[in-house]
């Protein structure tokens, strides 16, 4: 009896030992995984559907603290996935708004946009001049009445699972050199099932405001959008 605290003291310290081996394990892992070079790399480069046009579409960036974000003109509605850091971002009036790692906010195509790394940062940029499925555009519909009768606040929604895990792989993708078209469009349309079916209808409201809320520009977007559908199963 007398050696149980001793013991307990013994399986307390095994225990840490394990999570810190584990966690230092993980990150050796996750950095040998981005060393991995993509295969056949000339091959994607040459298809006529790599993506060159960077305003939509997405990105992966890294900023330095003091480094500016700079989004200016915008060309496109842009959704920030913050992964790491911290960032002031002011947009159409709000200035030096704090943002921090999983949180996500979408700036509207025109804004008056600044932003700032107050850290250094990394982040993923999704830009989109329309909305490319069916059952997304029909799914966005449902929140034009609720957003033109509440105030916008320019605020973050949380980056959870299973955004957490999509943004994971994303990013592994590109910083390998994945650059094709056809994973653009596959990871736009998979985000808003993600939206769809993981956050709630507060959420979706707080996120997509700034382009619902707006009616005239809202119909443009829709209006355009289904123009540039190929087929009416999209």
């Not at 007398?2 to 584990?22: D, E, Q």
């Not at 699972?161 to 590109?174: A, D, K, M």
């Amino acid at each position: 009896q007398k050696s149980s605290p001793n013991i307990l003291l013994r399986i307390i310290l095994l225990c840490i030992f394990a999570i810190t081996w584990l966690k230092s394990n993980n990150t050796i892992m996750a950095e040998q995984e981005l060393l991995h070079d993509l295969l056949y790399l000339n091959d994607h480069l040459t298809c006529r559907n790599y993506k060159m046009n960077m305003d939509g579409g997405f990105r992966y960036k890294e900023f330095a603290a003091g480094e500016k974000i700079d989004l200016d003109p915008v060309k496109s509605n842009y959704i920030f996935f913050f992964l790491e850091g911290d960032y002031s971002i002011s947009c159409n009036g709000v200035k030096g708004v704090r943002f921090t790692r999983n949180q996500m906010i979408l700036i509207p195509r025109d804004a008056d946009f600044h932003g700032v790394a107050l850290t250094g940062c990394k982040v993923v940029i999704m830009g989109f001049d329309e909305i490319q499925s069916g059952c997304d555009r029909f799914f966005l519909t449902e929140y034009e009445e609720y957003c033109a009768n509440v105030k916008y606040e320019f605020k973050p929604v949380p980056i959870r699972y299973p955004l957490t895990e999509y943004l994971h792989l994303l990013v592994y993708c590109l910083r390998n050199g994945m650059n094709c078209m056809h994973l653009h469009e596959i990871k736009h349309r998979e985000f808003f099932i993600y939206m769809r079916g993981f956050y709630s209808f507060e959420e979706v409201a707080d996120m997509f405001h700034p382009i619902v809320g707006g009616a005239m520009d809202f119909r443009e977007l829709m209006v355009r959008t289904q123009k540039s559908s190929k087929n009416v199963e999209d």
